[in-house]
């Protein structure tokens, strides 16, 4: 026998706790311990914009109000940098949805020299700070096109980066796509704006709507490209920054609380959705199973 | 006899759904024992059981007398093929295969040596130094074995490792499989869905359903004497005849079918006005006058539904008039094969000798069946 | 190509390769090369000097990022402080990772995943702002140390280098264990259970196994990691004040005097720095961009 042979150990008795169980005993307190750290913040912020204290603090505690919440809503400012962070998202959704389509069928259906190069550029915003983003936007546009910093520069840095994550999305599902859908259609007859609308966009809608999502919501929380570009205007981050730099009010922490909740609700809606859905997608399963099995039978 | 692997009573319940219910059995030192079961029926739990990964909810599992409760599976000396073998595909082959003895620290000289020993055996000399990916399905196989006997292990566990494989590779390494052990006198546990497989290979072979045991003995006595409906309709194909018993003596019953009354072996001391299922494999029936049908025989008047022609053997399928499961008998394409035509009527005839009454299957369960 | 024209017929065609050259050219390649440009010209305040002799190749911009001895200070306490983030957001993330694609994806695991996202849709401004609260003076954290006796004075955690560094790893954590956990799901379990089975102990399966195969994911989350660390703006800004100042602060400082030129230099610089990173990680973990991209 050599070194390698198994020594048995000597177990008969059983412990009172094996060694799995002290294993799970520490990932759970780690688990507990991670999200507490996640949480523990945003749970802090939310709940301070109920004491009533000019400063955001819950300690000390001065009693309970929700003026903050009308000081918020009462806010023009506020209401005005949300408008202009909504529209510079609806520009940044109208160029960089399609841009990043045309770079996705660029690079999947289209042979040209030099295309990883191209590639390597379309991606390497991504990659980017995006201080530098928003400097070299500002240099180029302004001393080439004398366009200084103001929201449209915004939308214009932005997307360069935004349309990039666009790409990537359309690029994974294009992967998928089976082209041999759009020949059927073609050799049906139709033409090729007609096989686009009929065939490539429905499979594509999917991915449309997440990159679209997507560009909305990166653009609308973006700060380091936007601080380079935006001028005199004011975006919903800017306003936020410009409030904290200032020392804010706890209502503030009123504007935290519903951007929060929101966003709580919207990840519990998800879950919820994708749980249904896979749900159903095994029901549809079942059920075609038992079709076949009685249409098997007698 | 030092390393018997023991199985007593052991449970294992996954919250409400009970995986094994109490098996209770006991591997020699140096068999080939293999679990034969539909998936699902609990085979892959109890590999996992005795290969540590997952700990018993009762009962005990005994490696030479000594339980190994509480010993982790890389404490443990047994070694388990993955299904998939789960060759580490970032190593050479003689890392894979030093693996083992890498991590309790053996020297890499002896190492070296030990690899070296197992390429030998597995046949793969000069391969050490090769990438998994540049191995053929059959090579990964055999590697993977090599891994799991360089640790010396007392018992090594097989998860139907051949599935992957196509027929005929599984064949030869049913018979490569069967040579190592002997060669090695390791004891192993295989488990398969694939009644070829078990039936070949195994010293005795264990069939499972829905976590029991429903019977272990030799292929021989699996394939011959089902001693449950499950075994004889799983293993092997069966003609299953039911109806009622209506008398029983000296070894022997009676049934009632739609055939009419048939005799067959009652093993199971059937006792008469109970249900019960006449079992009769297919080439054991033939058709009457082929090969002299005596006066005790079965004769059961039938029409040809249909033939299936299969090379070295021809099934026929035939069917009494009415509501009857058509029977199937196997013929040899021995030159002396008779033709037979669609809607002709024949008689078939099998000995009471190859037929066998068991209780229907779920019966078996119940409260107080026959032991 | 004629397929292609055969799908989308020559305006769509035309439509493709007009979108990629604007994207390309316009918000990529021309800023980012006029920037480099700019970056090796001297700032030039009188706008009649620029095209003028005044206006040669120089690499003074440079310099100052490495002779001047705030600017250098800047510099290495950003990518110092980077580099940290980057490491205690991986011990962190890597066994959160091997842990959540151990568990599956049934039942409270999804809550769990959806939990780690909620915090990271909320906008970073606000999460940063939360850490302000718990550190500040007289925030969370300093009283309730004061209550509980430990401390009798309030710490500084904010205006320090150590509450940015706090606020980074909350902020970019998630980078880190995004890639973590797809390349880990991608390992079969099988190969741990059979290191496990061949006798390896705990430490030796993540060397051996889970390690190796999750080195593209380790590297493409340092990468991010350490890339949004350096090139943070707001984290720094709200917790680390005026003292701890950051790098890309010293960007928009120049930005802000109008020192376009030297500002583009600094900028530069920190992509340099970026890239550099990405080497080094390719380096250590052996991997390919290819393999990072994945």
Not at chain 1, 85 to 100: D, E, K, R, T, Y
Not at chain 2, 279 to 296: D, I, K, T
Not at chain 3, 62 to 83: G, P, R
Request: hydrophobic share 50%; net charge neutral; proline share 5%.
């Amino acid at each position: 026998m050599t070194a390698a042979s198994l020594s048995m150990p000597a177990a008969a008795t059983r412990p009172w706790l094996t060694s799995d169980q002290v294993l799970n005993l520490f990932v759970g307190i780690f688990l507990a311990l991670f999200f507490l750290y996640l949480f523990l913040p945003l749970v802090y912020m939310m709940l301070v914009t109920f004491n009533d204290s000019r400063i955001p603090t819950l300690t000390p505690w001065k009693g309970f109000t929700l003026r903050w919440f009308a000081d918020m809503w009462n806010d023009e400012r506020m209401w005005n940098s949300v408008i202009k962070s909504v529209i510079i998202g609806f520009w940044v959704i109208v160029l960089a949805v399609p841009l990043g389509l045309a770079g996705a069928l660029f690079m999947s259906r289209l042979r040209v020299p030099g295309q990883s190069l191209i590639y390597a550029v379309l991606v390497s915003p991504v990659l980017m700070p995006g201080v530098v983003i928003g400097l070299s936007t500002l240099i180029f546009w302004d001393t080439r096109f004398h366009i200084g910093g103001r929201w449209q520069l915004s939308v214009l840095g932005q997307t360069s980066f935004i349309a990039a994550y666009c790409m990537l999305i359309f690029m994974a599902r294009l992967a998928r796509f089976d082209r041999t859908l759009e020949e059927a259609a073609l050799d049906l007859g139709a033409t090729p704006a007609q096989v686009f609308r009929t065939i490539f966009v429905p499979y594509m809608r999917p991915a449309i709507l997440s990159a679209a999502t997507l560009a909305f919501l990166q653009s609308f929380e973006n700060f380091n490209t936007t601080l380079f570009t935006i001028g005199n205007d004011i975006t919903l981050t800017m306003f936020i920054a410009g409030k904290i730099r200032s020392g804010t009010t706890p209502s503030l922490n009123a504007l935290a609380f519903v951007m929060v909740g929101f966003t709580i609700l919207a990840g519990v809606f998800y879950e919820v959705l994708r749980r249904r859905e896979v749900r159903a997608a095994e029901a549809r399963v079942r059920a075609a199973q038992a079709a076949e099995i009685g249409a098997d039978g007698d | 006899m030092a390393n018997d692997l023991e199985l007593i009573d052991v449970v294992k319940k996954f919250g409400d759904f009970t995986a094994v219910h109490g098996v209770t059995v006991t591997m020699p030192q140096g068999e080939f024992f293999s679990f034969l079961g539909p998936s699902g029926c609990g085979k892959t739990t109890i590999l996992r059981m005795i290969s540590g990964f997952i700990d018993p909810s009762a009962g005990v599992i005994r490696l030479g007398g000594r339980d190994l409760n509480g010993i982790g599976p890389n404490k443990r000396p047994t070694a388990l093929i993955f299904q998939n073998l789960a060759l580490f595909p970032l190593m050479s082959v003689a890392d894979n295969i030093g693996y083992g003895l890498m991590v309790r620290g053996v020297g890499k000289t002896e190492r070296r040596q030990v690899v070296d020993r197992m390429l030998e055996l597995i046949a793969l000399k000069g391969y050490g130094d090769k990438r998994i990916d540049e191995l053929s399905g059959g090579q990964k196989q055999r590697v993977a074995i090599a891994r799991a006997l360089a640790v010396e292990p007392k018992v090594l566990l097989l998860d139907e490792p051949l599935s992957a494989l196509d027929l005929k590779l599984r064949q030869h390494m049913r018979q490569e499989l069967r040579a190592l052990q002997r060669r090695t006198g390791v004891t192993f546990i295989y488990i398969t869905h694939d009644q070829g497989e078990a039936l070949a290979m195994s010293d005795r072979v264990a069939v499972m359903s829905q976590g029991r045991i429903e019977q272990i003995g030799t292929s021989t006595e699996i394939y011959n004497s089902p001693q449950t409906a499950f075994v004889a309709a799983f293993v092997g194909e069966n003609n299953a005849i039911g109806g009622k018993v209506t008398a029983a003596e000296y070894g022997y019953g009676a049934i009632d079918t739609p055939f009419g009354r048939l005799r067959a072996a009652n093993p199971r001391g059937m006792k008469p006005g109970e249900e019960a299922v006449l079992f009769v494999r297919p080439e054991r029936v033939h058709l009457a006058g082929q090969n002299g049908a005596n006066g005790s025989d079965n004769a059961l008047e039938s029409q040809v539904l249909d033939g299936v022609f299969e090379g070295p053997v021809a099934n026929i399928l035939l069917a009494n008039q009415g509501d009857a499961r058509p029977i199937t008998v196997t013929l040899t394409n021995d030159g002396a094969t008779p033709r037979v035509s669609r809607g002709e009527r024949r008689r078939v005839a099998f000995s009471p000798d190859d037929a066998i009454l068991l209780p229907p299957y779920g019966a078996a369960h119940g409260a107080g069946g026959p032991a | 190509m004629k397929e292609a024209l055969q799908r989308f017929g020559a305006a769509g065609v035309g439509a493709i390769l007009f979108g990629v050259a604007f994207w390309a050219l316009m918000l990529i390649a021309g800023p980012m090369l006029l920037m480099v440009d700019m970056a090796f010209h001297p700032y030039l305040p009188n706008p009649a000097d620029v095209g003028g002799p005044k206006d040669v190749y120089t690499v003074a911009n440079f310099a100052k990022v490495f002779t001047d001895e705030l600017n250098w200070k800047v510099f290495s306490k950003t990518m110092y402080s980077s580099i940290l983030v980057t490491i205690i957001a991986l011990l962190i993330g890597y066994p959160l990772s091997f842990i959540l694609v151990r568990s599956g994806r049934s039942g409270w695991v999804g809550i769990l995943m959806i939990g780690l996202l909620i915090p990271f849709w909320v906008n970073e401004i606000l999460r940063t702002f939360a850490w302000q609260l718990l550190l500040a003076r007289y925030g969370f954290i300093n009283t309730m140390l004061m209550n509980l006796g430990l401390t009798d004075d309030p710490i500084a955690f904010t205006n320090t280098d150590f509450g940015v560094q706090v606020g980074l790893v909350y902020a970019y954590i998630l980078f880190m264990i995004f890639p973590l956990y797809s390349t880990m799901e991608s390992l079969d379990p099988n190969q741990v259970d059979a290191a496990r089975d061949l006798g390896a102990p705990f430490w030796r399966i993540h060397w051996d196994i889970v390690i190796p195969h999750s080195k593209p994911g380790i590297a493409s989350g340092c990468i991010v990691t350490f890339m949004l660390a350096a090139g943070s703006y707001i984290v720094p800004e709200l917790l680390g004040g005026t003292r701890a100042i950051w790098f890309t602060k010293l960007i928009y400082l120049q930005f802000d005097a109008i020192n376009w030129n030297l500002g583009a230099a600094y900028a530069f610089s920190l992509v340099v720095m970026c890239l550099l990173f990405i080497l080094l990680m390719m380096a250590i973990f052996r991997v390919t961009l290819k393999d990072i991209a994945r």
